[in-house]
């Protein structure tokens, strides 16, 4: 994998709903990993094939993958003051790198 490719500094992070003393459902966000990453666009193809629907953005994050992490369909990725909720998790080159599928939460 090319680091070049890896230049944007971006968060995952993980929602937690915990029951309060209250009893009430409260959710908070977790920090479970600080990298960079590549973000490119789908492309056309990979789009209509994927039958990705026509009102969001989907994306594809390049990674390398974090041997002491696991992420999770459901987590955000949080990069460019932008938020992404990862749809899909792929492994490439030996498991030494992730690409996941993403559509932008507006």
């Not at 680091?3 to 929602?15: C, F, N, T």
């Not at 479970?32 to 193809?45: H, P, Q, Y």
């Given at each position: 994998?090319?680091?070049?490719?890896?230049?944007?500094?971006?968060?995952?992070?993980?929602?937690?709903?915990e029951a309060s003393s209250s009893g009430s459902q409260e959710v908070?966000?977790?920090?479970?990993?600080?990298?960079?990453?590549?973000?490119?666009?789908?492309?056309?193809?990979?789009?209509?094939?994927?039958g990705a629907e026509t009102m969001e953005t989907t994306v594809?994050?390049?990674?390398?993958?974090?041997?002491?992490?696991?992420?999770?369909?459901?987590?955000?990725i949080r990069a460019m003051d932008r938020v992404y909720k990862v749809m899909g998790v792929l492994e490439f080159d030996n498991r030494r790198s992730l690409q996941l599928m993403c559509k932008e939460l507006v």
């Open positions: 994998m090319k680091s070049g490719k890896l230049r944007h500094p971006a968060k995952v992070v993980r929602e937690i709903t908070t966000h977790e920090d479970i990993l600080t990298t960079r990453v590549g973000i490119t666009t789908v492309s056309g193809r990979e789009y209509i094939e994927g594809k994050i390049v990674m390398r993958n974090p041997s002491t992490k696991r992420i999770l369909m459901g987590d955000e």
